[in-house]
Nanobody
């Protein structure tokens, strides 16, 4: 059974930091591109950051470049999102996603709420 479990969300003041984690089980983690998405109320889900299976070559949405950092630890089957200089517009439910493009497989976590107070 595949599970992606996010943690680390919460309430933070503007300018603060949070570190999200997504622990995966039931998959060969290193095969999967890992991504963080977010969805704010009344808005579509948007891609925040992506990291390939072996790490390196990360990509970010323009809105978070220079503030967020995605990383992964394949030994722990975990992907992280370090979020610094948070803004109220970063408020959303954050989801992790695992993609194995070769096999056309993808899985989503249940999401974790991030709220940034002004």
């Amino acid at each position: 059974q595949v599970r992606l479990v996010e943690s680390g969300g919460g309430l933070v003041q503007a300018g603060g930091s949070l570190r999200l984690s997504c622990a995966a089980s039931g998959i060969t983690f290193s095969r999967y591109i890992m991504s963080w998405y977010r969805q704010a109320p009344g808005k579509e889900r948007e891609l925040v950051a992506t990291i390939p299976g072996a790490g390196g070559n990360t990509n970010y949405a323009d809105s978070v470049k220079g503030r967020f950092t995605i990383s992964r630890d394949n030994a722990k089957n975990t992907v992280y999102l370090q979020m610094n200089s948070l803004k109220p517009e970063d408020t959303a439910v954050y989801y992790c996603k695992a993609d194995w493009t070769t096999a056309a497989l993808n899985f989503w976590g249940q999401g974790t709420q991030v709220t940034v107070a002004s």
